[in-house]
């Protein structure tokens, strides 16, 4: 893991992985590969070799023999490909017919839509809803074919946390399929009860080694990673989790969630087995009373627990009820803004919180802070915008805040004016903000700069902008004309754009000419009215219609001029 750092992100789940089943089943392996003689009948290892003195688990064993019994039942059977999920490759217990026509799992397909996905894993098509409709006749067909081979199957929904151990991708479900499925295992191992974790570590180098030298050992680093690696810590930590909280007094509740906080970021395995009832709820209490106390440290650690949380648990996101939302909104304007904006930036990645931060009257507080002078909170709020965006019901309610005057100086600022334009694109699907875009002052010369300026992606988002203005009404062509000189921009990147820059900036400059013809047209049409009543109205005094002659001349003159000017 050390020599694969962060350069491969794939080899690095698959070593998690490794290792985890490692201090799962030490004890096992290492009994397997030091003695062939398995005294099965008692459930325990004898062990002849007199370095290693790891005392076996029997609990565990047991449950291992007992999958050993299992696995011989289905050594020679290889069941039907359809009576398998497509996501976990196992039989199914409770198959479900999804928008695509595919069966799956329910628990596994629930999980892929909880991590805000709206695919089908396996055609990869979009879905066009999320429901999930029991298929009947697939069950009975697995039932039967079950009940013949004397093959029980467990409810997966009880091992959904154990079982869900690469969870932290973007991709969780996916990548669990692609790095886990495609090892063949001799057998089955899905649905091993998961034991404690009560395996032997020491310091000397002689001991607790499998095979060709691969050590259990845990690696040197600060107390707190060293304290929390220790597999009896974990499965404590793991036991209690924060049930107690409430019962303790209130310095004994602050270390507490210390201590969670630490053994979250040196085991990121230990949040699957975290849910509502045991973690969120106690904590939101602990964040309650630490909010009412004015207790700023505790605040600080309680959202920092949190943050952990969410950070590495997508799919717990789930359990954050409207106390939470509401807590984190009231938060936002205080000592801890710093820590909220980091959790509201990770649940704004998930398109299922949009509807629950826009309730809780979070993007008033958010827009609020854009007025800051942190440069800090201000690039955390325009990335949080720029997801929230993607919502049209929260574009409506940002537009009614007349927000787009806010972002007009941050358009100017490379770091944050690839997400702001984006944010500005959003919008332009309201017919409010679109009018409060035409209205700001330096708002379309901020946008045409990026053209020039920009990356092909701000580019597009600039150009978009701007069609969307200028093909609702003719001032608002005539606007980007009068405000910025955009042509020189627009031809460079009709040659020189992405493919789809090329084509906006094609049809831009086609507005823009059409509404430069329409003005010449109806300059001139002025003119000839003027030529024709001048005509009409010739005085017989020569003197006289020289004069008024000489008028209109000056005043064509100065339009011409004008437009010139223009």
Same mark, same amino acid.
């Given at each position: ?158 091992? +959904? ?57 845990? /690696? ?111 938060? +936002? ?5 710093? /820590? ?126 701007? +069609? ?43 507005? +823009? ?54």
């Amino acid at each position: 893991m050390e020599k694969v750092a962060d350069t491969d992100i794939q080899k690095k789940k698959i070593l998690k992985y490794l290792l985890y089943l490692l201090r799962k089943y030490g004890q096992l392996i290492i009994g397997e590969q030091t003695d062939k003689t398995v005294d099965r009948n008692e459930g325990a290892f004898m062990v002849n070799n007199p370095s290693n003195d790891i005392v076996p688990d029997v609990a565990s064993h047991k449950e291992y023999k007992q999958h050993d019994v299992e696995a011989d039942k289905l050594s020679g059977l290889i069941p039907p490909e359809e009576f398998k999920c497509p996501i976990s490759l196992r039989l199914m217990y409770d198959p479900v017919v999804i928008a695509s026509g595919q069966t799956y799992e329910r628990v596994w397909i629930q999980k892929w839509f909880d991590d805000g996905n709206d695919t089908c894993p396996k055609s990869e098509t979009k879905l066009a809803h999320l429901s999930l409709t029991p298929n009947t006749v697939m069950k009975d067909l697995i039932s039967k074919w079950c009940a013949k081979y004397g093959i029980t199957i467990q409810d997966p929904s009880s091992q +959904l946390d154990e079982l869900q151990l690469l969870e932290n991708s973007s991709t969780s479900v996916a990548s669990f399929g692609s790095s886990i499925y495609d090892m063949r295992f001799p057998v089955d191992i899905s649905n091993v009860s998961l034991g404690s974790l009560d395996t032997s570590y020491t310091s000397d180098g002689s001991r607790n080694k499998i095979g060709d030298g691969l050590s259990l050992k845990p /690696e040197r680093g600060s107390d707190d990673l060293r304290q929390y690696q220790n597999p009896r810590n974990a499965s404590k930590m793991n036991l209690e989790s924060l049930c107690r909280l409430p019962e303790l007094d209130w310095e004994s509740q602050y270390e507490m969630v210390e201590d969670m906080k630490n053994h979250l970021k040196c085991d990121e395995l230990a949040c699957m087995s975290l849910s509502s009832k045991n973690f969120i709820e106690p904590l939101i209490e602990f964040l309650s009373s630490a909010l009412d106390m004015h207790n700023i440290r505790a605040q600080r650690a309680g959202f920092q627990l949190l943050l952990t949380y969410v950070s590495q648990h997508r799919s717990g996101i789930r359990y954050l009820n409207e106390d939470a939302y509401s807590l984190l909104s009231s938060s +936002l304007d205080s000592e801890v803004t710093k /820590e909220v904006l980091d959790i509201i930036e990770v649940l704004s990645g998930n398109s299922g919180c949009w509807s629950k931060i826009a309730a809780s009257g979070a993007l008033v507080s958010i827009l609020n802070i854009l007025n800051s002078k942190i440069t800090a909170f201000q690039e955390r709020v325009i990335k949080i915008l720029h997801n929230l965006s993607s919502s049209h019901d929260i574009c409506s309610n940002l537009a009614s805040f007349e927000c787009i005057p806010k972002f007009v100086p941050f358009l100017e600022d490379a770091s944050l004016a690839r997400h702001c334009i984006v944010v500005l694109r959003n919008l332009c699907n309201n017919q409010e903000a679109r009018a409060s875009i035409s209205q700001t002052p330096g708002c379309i010369t901020s946008i045409a700069m990026l053209i020039e300026t920009g990356t092909h992606e701000d580019q597009e988002h600039a150009l978009a902008i701007l +069609l969307a203005l200028c093909s609702q009404r003719v001032e608002y062509c005539q606007l980007v004309m009068d405000e910025c000189d955009i042509f020189p921009a627009l031809f460079d990147v009709s040659v020189n754009g992405s493919d789809k820059g090329k084509a906006s900036a094609m049809e831009l400059l086609r507005l +823009l000419r059409d509404t430069n013809h329409a003005d010449d047209e109806q300059e001139h049409l002025q003119y000839d009215n003027v030529i024709s009543e001048d005509a009409n109205n010739y005085p017989k005094d020569k003197k006289s219609h020289k004069s008024l002659f000489g008028v209109k001349l000056s005043v064509f003159s100065r339009s011409s001029a004008q437009k010139k000017k223009k």
